[in-house]
């Protein structure tokens, strides 16, 4: 008899989308759909509330929604597990999978599974807070402790629906994480707009090879102009033991960091991915050309720049001979 | 030509029915209650007699509002519960009170089942009623090395596995979630909990067990397993109800079924306006024997797995508060699609904060659309406090409470859970008969055995399973829990019209006892023998245990 399954040939990074009802998951994912150049796996619960153009609709059964551009959102009506294994199994494997947790799930929970799943890498667990809504909900005795607890779990956090506070609201609710979350990286957004290149953060697809586009699209989603783009560029290879120190002491304003490197005590390149407090490492099949080049977003912030070469820059070992443009704003 | 007539007499018939409460015969004719009396009553009247159950006891057939087809399901598999159980063929099956008493039942199913490969899958495993034993991949390596065996503990939340099934499914040393915990040598233990656990124990499988779609063969046997303790109608309280269910509940809901099936749309299976569109499709496809029209929602999870929603001062050992399965705001909004549509909700609630929930999305279903007669149902219903029963009654709701978890679970609500004082009103169906509100007692099977009398048992003597009692002023009398498993059941399943009781124009659903519950001593009322079950008139006998 069969006694383990087949290692898996590659590794399907996991994102787990969680936060209270309300809190703008759908709309996010909505937007993921629409918008997607990778094959994404969507996992959803309210399959009624998913809206995509009819155009990019190329098969709907009721459970499993096909698109045309390569995606595929499952209802997880017919129970989460079976729905995932069906998923994990399908013949063709996908560039993504998101799942979204349930508006009193624990994300955790879910994102525990990619510590097992030899097919699956944890590639971060995304939270959304409703702005207006967050201090009420987390002072409320019925619905604190399951709001801490979501919160509790994220790498990033979404402070979403900004545009209904005020700036004493916005405080407030940013004082709430930091509270239940202290030092999350917090981004802010209306509609649950997370920059258009946040789950595509160049190349066709997340783990596939690195493509070395630099160039990152711009696309004319609103309030796109509260993110930033960075590009990071050096010779020379990266002590692993610094690396991990600077990752871990990244600025609150990073969201995402990808990006193929080399390290000192390695042979070969490797892919850097980090989304908010969570980064990976993972071995590519390409050989060292002895250079790194890394993509980010972070929110607005004329001092993220320097704030992250300097930080980076530390870690690098010799030959450290900058060349192009140092950091930039795309 | 006429139908015929039959006459069936008894020692005594408990009729439930306040106006005629006591009879010795029931003239049955197309499967209703023709009349009900005494001899007397019935001369002159051309009927067939049947005295087969002369020196019997003859009562209402026993509704059980709450339990699952799983009940069906899992008697494919191995049952190594601690407790007696009757599997749907009649066999008593002894409960086993050690780990070496499992490993033999799960050896002997071992040898009986001839595909090397298959999967061995026992269920009803309960560490507490074994002086808190642990089953460890050792225990079940003794079952076999070479093929998969897996255990479900009772909770259906903890799986227990051999070391084959755990290397099936990757798990190993450097496993590092909380869901695989380990020995003191550093290797899992073999026990499985939480979704990223059970996903791999899946896959290593290639499919999950605990899934796939009922057949023919699960709703007989779960059929067969409720007429054995003198159901006539039971049930089948969460279900999908996918097309293919109904299909199967369809065809196997016939004559020959000892039963009368209601099985209950999940909320959690579709949005509320989609369900409403079901239940309209699903209520013209009901018969005599397969009634749909319920929704069943699950606010909480359970009080012994510490997933129940409480109000302070919370659990007694200090555990964080359980899990919302919907939200509240949800809550509302679900209860008041269904209600305003004209539907019956039954309501899961354990923990008394869940319970809070549950009755302010009724009131305010009730304030947006008054609606009479509505009944719906809040089940388990465990730690309602006082004041709580007071509104259950202000909004017309029912209560089909959880008397089986006061054997079953009771020291551990009075050690663990709940304390001495709120362990005394748990299941609080004293209260709730004085307070008046419509009320039925369940088993929740499988998660315990099916039968109503040993349910009524629980909920007359409220003694646990190490025989200390649980506020005995919550105690029943004889004659209020047997009502609780006759008409108060049906009334809170709508159909106390059609069965519930024995009078004339309702089915002809009886349970047949050798023994006269309200002459025994109360505390051997769960050890009456069932001698036979009628359905529609037609005789079905239990055999002995």
């Known amino acids: ?330 | 030509m006429p139908s015929e007539i039959t006459l069936f007499e008894a020692r005594r018939i408990i009729t439930m029915n306040p106006s005629r409460p006591d009879a010795t015969h029931i003239a049955v004719c197309d499967g209703r209650v023709l009349t009900v009396g005494t001899q007397a009553e019935f001369d002159g009247l051309d009927a067939v007699a049947d005295r087969r159950f002369a020196d019997k006891v003859i009562l209402p057939g026993f509704v059980e509002g709450h339990a699952h087809v799983m009940e069906g399901t899992l008697w494919r598999q191995t049952y190594v519960g601690a407790g007696d159980r009757r599997s749907p063929d009649g066999r008593r099956v002894p409960g086993l009170r050690d780990i070496g008493a499992v490993v033999d039942r799960l050896s002997e199913a071992d040898r009986s089942i001839a595909d090397p490969d298959q999967l061995l899958y026992g269920w009803g495993f309960d560490p507490l009623h074994l002086g808190g034993a642990r089953l460890t991949r050792h225990d079940l390596d003794r079952v076999s090395t070479t093929r998969p065996v897996m255990v479900h503990h009772a909770s259906l939340h903890i799986t227990n596995v051999n070391s084959l099934l755990l290397e099936m499914a990757g798990f190993d040393e450097n496993t590092a979630i909380d869901g695989v915990p380990k020995l003191p040598d550093g290797t899992p233990s073999g026990e499985l909990q939480g979704i990223a656990a059970r996903l791999r124990l899946f896959r290593g499988l290639g499919y999950n067990p605990m899934s796939g779609t009922l057949d023919a063969a699960d709703v007989a046997r779960f059929g067969a397993a409720a007429q054995l303790q003198g159901i006539t109608t039971i049930a089948d309280l969460h279900n999908d109800l996918t097309d293919a269910t109904v299909a199967v509940y369809g065809a196997a809901c016939v004559e020959g079924l000892p039963v009368r099936i209601v099985p209950a749309l999940a909320s959690v299976s579709c949005p509320p306006e989609d369900g409403v569109a079901r239940i309209g499709r699903l209520a013209a496809a009901s018969t005599d024997r397969l009634r749909f029209g319920i929704v069943k929602i699950v606010v909480d999870g359970s009080i012994q797995g510490f997933t129940a929603r409480l109000l302070p001062p919370g659990y007694h050992n200090g555990a964080p508060n359980g899990l919302w399965y919907v939200a509240p705001e949800d809550l509302d909004r679900i209860v008041g699609v269904y209600h305003a549509a004209g539907i019956q909700l039954h309501i899961h609630t354990n923990g008394n904060e869940a319970t809070e929930a549950a009755l302010d999305a009724v009131e305010k279903a009730q304030i947006a659309r008054p609606r009479p007669d509505h009944r719906h149902t809040l089940q388990h219903c465990q730690m309602a406090t006082e004041a709580q029963l007071r509104r259950v009654k202000a909004l017309g709701l029912c209560l089909n409470l959880f008397s089986n978890h006061l054997y079953y679970w009771g020291d551990a609500h009075h050690d663990l859970t709940m304390g001495p004082e709120r362990a005394a009103r748990i299941d609080a169906a004293g209260s709730a008969a004085r307070l008046g509100i419509p009320l039925a007692i369940h088993s929740d099977a499988p998660v315990t055995p099916l039968g109503p009398l040993f349910t009524a048992w629980c909920a007359v003597n409220r003694t646990t399973s190490s025989g200390r009692v649980l506020g005995p002023e919550e105690r029943l009398s004889v004659a209020q829990a047997l009502h609780a498993v006759t008409l108060g059941a049906a009334y809170t399943l709508r159909m106390d019209h059609c069965v519930g009781s024995i009078e004339a124009g309702k089915f002809a659903d009886f349970a047949v006892l050798d023994a006269d519950p309200y002459e025994v001593p109360s505390e051997a009322l769960k050890d009456v023998p069932i001698h036979a079950t009628v359905l529609g008139g037609r005789v079905f006998t239990v055999p002995p245990a």
């Not at chain 1, 509270?179 to 997370?194: C, Q, R, Y």
């Not at chain 1, 789950?199 to 090879?209: K, M, Q, S, V």
């Not at chain 1, 990073?254 to 850097?272: E, F, I, S, T, V």
């Not at chain 1, 980090?274 to 972070?298: C, F, K, N, Q």
Request: hydrophobic content about 45%; overall charge neutral.
């Open chain 1, 1 to 330: 008899m069969r006694r383990r399954l087949p290692a898996p040939a590659t590794r399907c990074p996991l994102t787990v989308v969680g936060g209270f009802l309300g809190a703008g998951k759908t709309t996010l994912l909505n937007r993921l759909l629409a918008g997607s150049h990778g094959r994404y796996a969507v996992l959803v619960n309210d399959f009624g509330a998913i809206n995509v153009d009819a155009g990019l609709i190329q098969d709907h059964d009721g459970q499993t929604l096909r698109l045309t551009n390569g995606c595929v959102c499952c209802s997880l009506a017919d129970g989460f597990l079976d729905t995932l294994m069906r998923v994990l199994a399908e013949p063709e494997p996908f560039d993504h999978i998101v799942i979204e947790a349930s508006g009193v799930g624990d994300p955790g929970a879910i994102a525990e599974i990619a510590l097992v799943e030899p097919g699956l890498v944890l590639r971060g667990v995304v939270v959304l807070a409703d702005a207006e809504r967050l201090p009420g909900l987390a002072a409320d005795p019925r619905l604190g402790d399951t709001l801490a607890r979501q919160i509790r779990a994220a790498d990033l956090l979404v402070l979403n629906k900004r545009d209904l506070v005020d700036e004493a609201g916005r405080a407030a609710a940013r004082a709430t994480l930091a509270a239940l979350a202290p030092g999350i990286p917090v981004v802010e957004t209306v509609a649950a707009a997370l920059p258009a290149a946040f789950f595509d953060l160049g190349g066709a697809g997340p783990d596939r090879a690195w493509r070395g586009s630099t160039r990152l699209r711009a696309e004319a989603v609103p309030h796109e102009e509260a993110f930033q783009r960075l590009l990071y560029r050096r010779t020379g290879a990266f002590d692993r033991v610094a690396l991990e120190r600077a990752l871990t002491a990244m600025p609150a304003a990073l969201l995402r960091l990808k990006g193929r490197l080399g390290l000192a005590d390695r042979p070969g390149m490797h892919l850097l991915q980090m989304v908010g407090r969570r980064w990976s490492l993972s071995p590519l099949p390409e050989p060292a050309p002895d250079a790194a080049e890394l993509v980010g977003i972070a929110a607005t912030d004329p001092g993220i720049g320097p704030a992250l070469a300097g930080l980076l820059d530390a870690a690098l070992r010799p030959p450290h001979i900058p060349h192009g443009d140092r950091t930039r704003c795309a």
